[in-house]
């Protein structure tokens, strides 16, 4: 895999073209709205956690986002060395999925520590029908080891929406306090579950908004 842990975290010199080109391309692509943008901290520990509907989902957060961005992103993107450089000029960074990483969380760890906001989408997948799925547990485990906020992001897009150049809304919601999320007077894994659920459930309120509008 094409990517090493232990090299310092650095600002991409590339990552402002990357937003710049996900602006300049978006609208070739689809019919974006965007709302809750003041709701974005731009400093402290923060992780920015969204629903997964499709491969763009990083760009347009990062393209909308004035705080950059460091993505978790899985690891089958990391074992070929033109797509490991792209992924790396996005500050993302791998992650092997259906088990506990170690090494990335010790990483996610280190963006937060360093000042800046970490990206995941808590389903730990993309998402085809569209629909918010159950979040798994990681979100809430480093938000519970780093002390970090979490803004709940939703990306909604109409499932019966068929254009090629379909409607999309992102909306950052309102940010989710650290010690509002975990009590720490109950079992570790069941603060954590608690609060990977409260995580998923208001991205999934803010869609059932979008979607009954």
């Given at each position: 895999?094409?990517?090493?842990?232990?090299?310092?975290?650095?600002?991409?010199?590339?990552?402002?073209?990357?937003?710049?080109?996900?602006?300049?391309?978006?609208?070739?692509?689809?019919?974006?709205?965007?709302?809750?943008?003041e709701n974005i901290p731009l400093e402290g520990p923060l992780i920015i956690a969204c629903n997964h509907i499709s491969?763009?989902?990083?760009?347009?957060?990062?393209?909308?986002?004035?705080?950059?961005?460091?993505?978790?992103?899985?690891?089958?993107?990391?074992?070929?060395?033109?797509?490991?450089?792209?992924?790396?000029?996005?500050?993302a960074f791998p992650v092997k999925r259906d088990f506990a990483d170690r090494n990335a969380v010790r990483y996610a760890?280190?963006?937060?520590?360093?000042?800046?906001?970490?990206?995941?989408?808590?389903?730990?997948?993309?998402?085809?029908?569209?629909?918010?799925?159950?979040?798994?547990?990681?979100?809430?485990y480093i938000s519970y080891k780093t002390g970090a906020d979490v803004l709940p992001v939703c990306l909604y897009r109409?499932?019966?929406?068929?254009?090629?150049?379909?409607?999309?809304?992102?909306?950052?919601?309102?940010?989710?306090?650290?010690?509002?999320?975990?009590?720490?007077?109950?079992?570790?894994?069941?603060?954590?579950?608690?609060?990977?659920?409260?995580?998923?459930?208001?991205?999934?309120?803010?869609?059932?908004?979008?979607?009954?509008?």
């Amino acid at each position: 895999m094409y990517f090493d842990y232990k090299k310092p975290i650095k600002k991409s010199p590339l990552y402002p073209v990357g937003k710049y080109l996900s602006n300049f391309l978006a609208p070739f692509v689809y019919d974006l709205s965007c709302f809750g943008q003041e709701n974005i901290p731009l400093e402290g520990p923060l992780i920015i956690a969204c629903n997964h509907i499709s491969f763009s989902d990083p760009a347009v957060i990062i393209a909308n986002c004035p705080r950059r961005v460091c993505y978790m992103a899985k690891s089958e993107l990391f074992q070929k060395r033109r797509w490991a450089l792209l992924m790396k000029s996005m500050n993302a960074f791998p992650v092997k999925r259906d088990f506990a990483d170690r090494n990335a969380v010790r990483y996610a760890q280190r963006v937060i520590d360093e000042g800046f906001a970490l990206g995941i989408f808590p389903e730990g997948r993309t998402v085809e029908e569209l629909i918010p799925d159950q979040a798994k547990n990681g979100v809430a485990y480093i938000s519970y080891k780093t002390g970090a906020d979490v803004l709940p992001v939703c990306l909604y897009r109409n499932p019966d929406d068929k254009r090629k150049r379909h409607s999309l809304v992102l909306r950052f919601g309102e940010v989710i306090e650290n010690n509002s999320l975990f009590h720490r007077d109950k079992s570790r894994s069941e603060d954590i579950k608690k609060a990977a659920d409260t995580i998923m459930n208001e991205i999934k309120r803010m869609w059932e908004e979008e979607h009954c509008r």
